[in-house]
């Protein structure tokens, strides 16, 4: 495979990573690639928050891959940084490559290089694949992940 | 039960809020009460980051409950804000007292207020009885919370 860049998503992206977010079984009914507004205004939300960091992947000039890296302070452990990852997305393309890994790789380097004690994410109980992924690269599935739609 | 204020934690309630950190079968090997610095740190950075809401619960002038509530904007889910609980805490005096319930619900209120389109929080896997309470009060268990340490 050739040489992969991992860099922080600008607006010309979107229409590569929405197609990614819509292109999954679960995300298909959330999202709507056809009409960007809501992305943009929430890319700028983003760009504006030094603690959220949305990375894209890209190969030959095409967007290949994507996540959010989000660090968040706290009390608990002592005062400990932890990070969050979400929206984890490879192009179906792409699925196979290692670029999976790539990615989470990326995230928890830069985890470590914000002084992080700790990377966690939260993936539905039906992506048992997702799961055996995770363990692979070390994480344990120690909590249960409870979620509330407003 | 006489009257409950949830408020922003500030430096002087560090004592009470790192003794029910502590105070907890998984918190009690974590934590260290008898040294602050860490914590008064971990406040500041907190106190810079208007995404972050640390919250104590107090009765009677006594802190008796604590919170973390985390603003997390996104791509995902047509650019969903969503929030994050983490060290929820209750004094062991409260237990049973429905304190969780109502610092939870100020959550959900205050997630609302800020325009989150989902509430999430993950729990450990020992943590049985939290699991039925979160439940109890709307939450659904459908993921898989994956944690690794750096």
């Known amino acids: 495979m050739s040489d992969l860049e991992i860099r922080p998503v600008v607006e010309t992206d979107l229409d590569a990573v929405v197609a990614m977010l819509a292109d999954d079984p679960l995300g298909a009914q ?7 507004t809501p992305y943009r205004a929430a890319l700028r ?18 967007v290949v891959g994507t996540l959010q890296l989000t660090v968040v302070p706290g009390l608990s452990r002592r005062g400990a940084i932890r990070s969050i ?7 179906a393309d792409e699925r196979g490559s290692g670029l999976g890994t790539q990615l989470i790789q990326w995230a928890v380097d830069e985890s470590r290089r914000q002084d992080c004690q700790l990377v966690q994410l939260t993936s539905d109980v039906t992506r048992e694949d997702a799961h055996r992924f995770y363990e692979r690269l070390g994480f344990t599935a120690s909590h249960v992940g409870f979620k509330l739609a407003l």
């Open 30 to 36: 959330r999202e709507s690639p056809d009409d960007l």
């Open 85 to 91: 990852i979400e929206a984890v997305r490879i192009h």
């Open 45 to 62: 939300r983003l760009a504006d928050d030094p603690n959220q960091h949305v990375v894209v992947a890209v190969r030959e000039g095409r």
